[in-house]
């Protein structure tokens, strides 16, 4: 079966956009938006989706940077 690009980034917005979701208890307490983190951690809530969305951003770029960081010092290690 032949898949148009669309359908690709489509599946590829879904995955991503799966880690910001919205929630309130039963009485409207604790309402807001959330971002789940691997491991089952979710972090929230924030007053919007695009504050939740920039947090999101901005963890990824760290953990990107530390895992630079730490290949780049396995890479010194082993020169």
Request: negative net charge.
């Amino acid at each position: 079966m032949n898949r148009r690009s669309d359908d690709i980034e489509e599946e590829n917005t879904y995955f991503r956009s799966d880690r910001i979701f919205y929630h309130a208890e039963m009485d409207g307490s604790m309402a807001g938006w959330y971002i789940s983190m691997r491991g089952g951690n979710d972090y929230g809530p924030f007053p919007d989706k695009h504050v939740a969305n920039t947090i999101l951003e901005s963890v990824i770029k760290r953990l990107d940077k530390r895992k630079e960081n730490y290949e780049g010092e396995e890479r010194r290690k082993m020169a």
